[in-house]
Nanobody, 129 residues
């Protein structure tokens, strides 16, 4: 079991930035592929970004490419999502998730929520225009 706790959400104006954090307080995440997902009211959950266990490989949804950056610090059991140039359509509940590292972690099909076993409860991001 991997417990995940997110923080860093809030309200920001369009064009602003936020940095989300996700910590696994009880165990190491060194062997886990980690992802960020989001869900807006009335919409399906969508994958935002994913990072391999060692941090050497990442993959982003086209909607955030060039604006968001996923990173991790395995020594601190932390995963981050730096979000720049935020848009109103980025408004959503953001959750981090973990799955055992596999070769396809950062492949284009790796951003499916059904692949991930462990989830945090989320942190709300609201972007006003």
């Amino acid at each position: 079991q991997v417990q995940l706790v997110e923080s860093g959400g809030g309200s920001v104006q369009a064009g602003g930035s936020l940095r989300l954090s996700c910590v696994a307080p009880d165990r190491s995440i060194r062997t886990y592929c980690m992802g960020w997902f989001r869900q807006a009211p009335g919409k399906e959950r969508e994958g935002v970004a994913v990072i391999s266990a060692a941090g050497g490989s990442t993959y982003y949804d086209d909607s955030v490419k060039g604006r968001f950056t996923i990173s991790r610090d395995n020594g601190k059991a932390m995963v981050y999502l730096q979000m720049n140039n935020l848009k109103s359509e980025d408004t959503a509940m953001y959750s981090c998730a973990a799955r055992i590292q596999v070769d396809g972690c950062t492949a284009s099909g790796g951003l499916r929520g059904s692949l991930f076993s462990y989830w945090g409860t989320g942190t709300q991001v609201t972007v006003s225009s």
